[in-house]
């Protein structure tokens, strides 16, 4: 953000220069562009190794730009024209490169586009008088301010989701607060361990205090304790909902649960004697 909103100062600032000022500023002005090549570099990107290589071949273009003597506006202008046509170049690759991934890839594109064609301009014999120049530069700091805020924008989107999967809803984080701690108290009591109804064919373990580990995970024990659970409601003739209660839509579709060993098997050989139908009704 910061870069885009100094980009359009700089926009703005150069077409109110007097032309001697030319010289004096186009090199701070590619060396600010370095400047925002590393930012990027250091921002994660999967492009940062191109922005890195960006920033230290503008870093050396400025500089050249600084330490030349060169009193008219040839060697000024080409090195501007360099910057825009590498700068552009890039954009335009890069946004190729991502359109299957960013929905802003056409902008990327068009400003890669428009830097080209500023650099073709600046680079060719056109731009030999300091009007030109300056319009070259103004146009210069208003696609790099583009840029830089489209970039700026899609890093905070990208934070704001990354941010977005890690928070959970409140059922579910209650949920998880609760095993997390089920699971700390299972992992660190000593106790004996209690005595459940054995399922069929499963032998009863003994009461007595285990010295080792839990003989079962606590994960185990969880779906064992509401198999138990689901077993002793189905005995007490709780097989459906509450009178009264809510009914989703999608309930009036399902089979009746089964409330037996007997009725599960029943309920395997029914659905077993019935062809599957694929999607579609085909």
């Known amino acids: 953000m910061f870069a885009a909103a100094a980009w359009l100062v700089v926009g703005w600032s150069v077409l109110r220069l007097e032309p001697t000022d030319i010289t004096a500023v186009a090199g701070p002005i590619v060396l600010f562009g370095a400047v925002c090549e590393a930012v990027r570099a250091l921002a994660g990107t999967r492009t940062w190794w191109l922005n890195a ?38 954009d335009v690759a890069v946004g190729i490169m991502t359109r299957g991934a960013d929905r802003v890839w056409s902008l990327v594109v068009t400003v890669g586009v428009l830097e080209t064609g500023l650099g073709f301009l600046a680079a060719s014999p056109l731009a030999r008088g300091a009007q030109s120049v300056l319009i070259i ?108 209660a809510p009914v989703t839509p999608e309930a009036d579709d399902l089979p009746p649960a089964p409330d037996s060993p007997r ?9 077993a004697a019935q062809p599957d139908h694929p999607a579609g009704g085909h």
């Open 263 to 271: 009725g599960i098997e029943s309920a395997r050989a029914a659905n």
């Open 137 to 244: 530069l103004g146009g210069l700091g208003v696609l790099r301010a583009v840029a830089d805020l489209v970039t700026a924008l899609r890093l905070r989107e990208v934070a704001a989701k990354g941010r977005d999967v890690l928070e959970l809803p409140p059922e579910r984080a209650a949920g998880l607060a609760g095993y997390s701690a089920g699971h700390t108290d299972f992992e660190g009591s000593g106790r004996a361990r209690a005595k459940h109804r054995a399922r069929d064919g499963a032998a009863i373990a003994p009461a007595g205090p285990h010295p080792g580990p839990h003989p079962e995970s606590f994960h185990d024990r969880v779906v064992r304790t509401t198999a138990d659970l689901d077993a002793m409601l189905a005995q007490a003739g709780i097989t459906g909902p509450r009178p009264g």
């Open 53 to 90: 290589a960006l920033a230290a071949l503008f870093a050396a273009t400025g500089t050249i730009m600084l330490v030349s003597d060169d009193s008219g506006y040839t060697t000024t202008a080409a090195l501007i024209g360099w910057y825009l046509l590498v700068r552009g170049a890039v």
